[in-house]
């Protein structure tokens, strides 16, 4: 029988730390030692920000998405598969775990087009490379997964005219959770989940559905948590049977909710 999988988005804004990255290895070798395959999707925003900064390239978010014009996109990957996928990996190795670095580009794992951004007045919004994903081929993952390795992906991928783009992390973790058939998908940034009142911690809010992420779409859901939302909703509609947002800071939440099902984060449903 085949084990069941993780796949766990780590957020840039959760990342800066190395004392909680070594928690966040030892929490996934605890999933794989419970029976878990993990998978790791990562963003990487404050070391892209970093490198924009360092190359004198304005930085603008349109709904919690990264305008990328050409220039910022050579940078974004550099910082993203160069600076932050490599780091992650010596760091999970040094952690007892066999992490392998990709992107979406591996294999053509990932196929993207263009995205065509639409605002909420229904304008169309110019992103420049910001890539939609159309299509995942789950066989790499895979077979990596199934021998006990953890794939570590970066969110760029191709179009099949060759232009590289740039995906939002959390909208790459929840079509690839989908895509690699996982069970469960952990966002993980650096809140404790959706607030009602951010950023007041005691008005989290524990369960969210369908109807409940419209009435709150661009009120209380905003910037950053927009596209994180929409992955989760994404990922439950094409199978995945438990999406949820926890705090990236306090690594214990990963086997306190996997494994002892405490009632913690935010988590999605469609009914
Ligand atoms: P990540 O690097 O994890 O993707 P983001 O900055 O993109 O982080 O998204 C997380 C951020 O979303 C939080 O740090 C917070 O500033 C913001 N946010 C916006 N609305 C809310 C809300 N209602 N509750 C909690 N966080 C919110
Ligand atoms: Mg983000």
Redesign the pocket.
Known sequence: MSKPRILIKY????MINPQLQQEIAAQIFKLQEAGFEVIMVH?G?PFINKALEKAAIQSQFVD?LRVTEAIAFAEIQKALIGEVNADLISMLNQNKLKAVGLSGKDAGMVQAIKYQHKSADGSIVDLGLVGEITHIDNSLITILCEAGYVPVVACVADGVDGTSYNIN??TFAGKLAAAVNADQLIV????D????N??DPASIIHELNESAVKEHMGT??????IP?IQSCMLALKEGVKKAIILN?TKPEQIAKYVIDNEKIGTTLTLQ
């Open positions: 957020g840039g804004n959760a963003g925003g919690g992390a959390d993980l940034t650096d809140v989940g959706l607030f009602l951010y950023p209380t859901i905003q910037g950053g948590m994180k990236g």
